[in-house]
């Protein structure tokens, strides 16, 4: 029977003794789709990963593959191949051979399988590199030959844990961007796992988020990042600033929520005896003028305490009357506070809808 998605994970656990490193997660990919699970190291990501690739098994619960139980299939009869972060290309072949060994231990002849193998070498744009040794490969280029090797074999579903790790900043912040376009181009089914947010925002359709073996939330890029289902999805997505309290009052929709020192501070959402706030660096309003915030109802006075220059993603932290932590606010990049120095006095406002409130 055809199947309108190529991966089905429901209600899969699994225990090593009494720990559920994965406990109770169900989610589906729809074909074409770069799905990304997100989490903090041991929050069951590489579990989930090994069970669909068939390395683990599940202590209950079934993994489909369009619409075919997994449960039982053995590793190598799965229509899905894995990338490591260690990559795992074979030194002493060459990057053809690299590529075309898959296809010849699968039985495809060896002058069919160098031709399958050069011409997705030319697709990921490493026409000529054949004959080449993967030692006199760079980082980036490497990474292309060991996804040309898992897509010539035409899996059903490419399973990525964190291939872009051993690569230094800059060729990651490079990978991200051409991975994604590979995706595109093959639009081949991606389920990918990262504990660094960045690159999930960045390549996907979908992120899950991932914490003590359960899934927090799943949603689009947008939707984790402005709409946070949870405390926890909020801090791991995103910076943003965190405050802690005790909910005060509600009414018309605002929940106030009263911080240690006394201070107040308006959301939107739910609050309890114990609260969390959460309001986004970018949401943070500048003024030297107290005057031009007076329609927000969080208004505060603060002082300039650090300038953490990086270009267009420059931020400031301001010491801010009644507030533990600075306020981290985006460094505006015109007008009169663009070249504003530690020290300087500056007003911070918000709305109240742009800060969340959960019940701690
Ligand atoms: N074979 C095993 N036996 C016992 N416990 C295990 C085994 N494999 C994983 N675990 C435990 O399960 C939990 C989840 O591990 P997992 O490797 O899936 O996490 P992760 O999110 O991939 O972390 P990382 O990003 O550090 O790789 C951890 O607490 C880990 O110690």
């Known amino acids: 029977m055809a199947s309108s998605t190529d991966l089905d994970i429901v209600n899969v656990t699994k225990r090593f003794g ?22 903090p190291s041991g929050c069951g990501k590489t579990t989930l990963m090994r069970m669909i690739a068939g390395f683990e098994h599940p202590t209950s619960g079934d993994i489909r593959i369009r619409g075919q139980s997994m449960i039982g299939v053995p590793a190598n009869k799965r229509p899905v191949n894995m990338v490591f972060q260690s990559l795992a290309l074979f030194p002493m072949m060459s990057v053809g051979e690299n590529v075309a060994y898959g296809l010849t231990c699968r039985g495809v002849s060896r002058a069919e399988a160098d031709e399958r193998a050069s011409r997705m070498l030319e ?11 993967v030692t006199a490969l760079s980082g980036g280029q490497r990474q292309r030959v060991a996804i040309a090797r898992c897509l010539v074999l035409e899996p059903t579903l490419v399973l990525l844990d964190e291939p872009l790790g051993a690569l230094d900043l800059k060729l990651r912040e490079h990978m991200k ?68 309290g005790e909910a005060a009052a509600v009414s018309n929709g605002t929940i106030a929520v009263r911080l240690p020192s006394g201070a107040v501070v308006q959301g939107q959402g739910k609050g309890a005896a114990k609260a969390l706030a959460f309001v986004r660096p970018e949401a943070v309003a500048l003024a030297q003028d107290p005057a031009s915030l007076s329609n927000l109802p969080n208004r505060f006075e603060g002082r300039v305490s650090a300038v953490l220059f990086d270009g267009a993603a420059s931020s400031l932290l301001i010491d801010t009357t009644g507030f533990e932590q600075p306020v981290r606010a985006v460094l505006p990049q015109a007008g009169p506070l663009a070249g504003i120095q530690v020290g300087a006095p500056v007003h ?10 959960f019940a701690a």
């Open 177 to 244: 961007i051409e991975l994604k376009q590979l995706q595109g181009t093959f639009n081949t089914t991606f389920a990918y796992i990262t504990h660094d947010q960045s690159e999930a925002l960045v390549m996907s359709d979908r992120i899950a988020v991932m914490n003590q073996g359960r899934f927090e939330q799943v949603g689009s890029p947008r939707e984790l990042y402005h709409n946070p289902a949870t405390p926890f999805v909020a801090s791991f997505v995103g910076e943003t600033n965190r405050l802690q």
């Open 348 to 357: 911070v406002g918000w709305t109240a809808d742009a800060m969340k409130v």
């Open 18 to 39: 009494s720990h559920a490193a994965v406990d109770d997660v169900s989610f589906s990919v729809a074909p074409g789709e770069f799905f990304s699970i997100l989490g």
């Open 123 to 133: 697709r990921v744009g490493l026409k000529g590199f054949g004959s080449r040794r």
